[in-house]
């Protein structure tokens, strides 16, 4: 058994009973409290020691309240949790551990309904940990794409249309790309945020989600220009400046784009009330890229 105080390197090979718990009573005895969960994923975190993100070197970070850590060199204040699911969670660690043991010898699958009653949580904090876990559970490593791959840029949230390109709109852009099938028909999907629809921003995402080759299918826009550059075939679908209904040049990625849309509908007007931390149609933007942060990894 561990005390937070142990570092316990995390070793390539993990060993059940020493880097994560077989049972349940080894689970309530290695996380007794916040102290030794954080203690927990800062080895899971810097297996080699605190990085500091700031100027990037490694050192012994100073422990602050609320899990703060504090770089010694450049006064740099993170926390283990940054920038991963648990990120400015109110939700005790204790709490999300619970959560994540349930979760994972659950055999028949565990809902929102079933953890609210074995954790006493809400009914919202629940639901809230369960969808963000099942996100981080995806696949980290998948597939690329391949074939031919339909790819364009989407515009979410906001209350109507915006300019070009969602240039100082208040809507955020997710490019999708979609394989499409002959003769008819979709294959897998991946999405991304992206904060403009630039070459910078487009030509990763495609080196990252499609196998170099394919024919990749886009409109005339130029940010797609170098993708010859990266070994891909672009077909162009130029629209006409009326615009072409989206469904007839990119069947794929119009259908993706509707149902993402309807499900951040369903997602903020049904689980969660309009108004609580994501609300959809903010004049302030970041709650809604907060979400498709979260729900496009
Ligand atoms: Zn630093």
Redesign the pocket.
Known sequence: MKSSNDKVAIQPSLVAGRDYPRTYREFVEMFPDDEACAAYLEQLRWPNGFF??????T?EPWHQTRGRLV??????QTSVTTGTILDKTRTPLTTWFEAGWHLTTAKNGLSAKTLERTLGTSYRVAWTMLQRYRVAMVRAEREPLSGDVEVDETLVGGVKKGGKRGRGTSKCIVVIAVEAREPKGFGRVRMRYIPDASGENLMPFVCDMVIPGPVVLTDGWGGYNDLHKHGYTRKKTVLSSSGDPAHVSMPGVHRVSSLLKRWILGTHQGSIEPSSRYPLTSPNREPIKKTLTVLIP
């Not at 500091?52 to 070197?57: G, V």
């Not at 770089?71 to 740099?76: A, D, L």
Request: aromatic letters at 0%; one cysteine or more; hydrophobic letters at 15%.
């Open positions: 500091c993100p700031a100027c990037q070197i050192t770089c010694p060199s450049c006064r740099h």
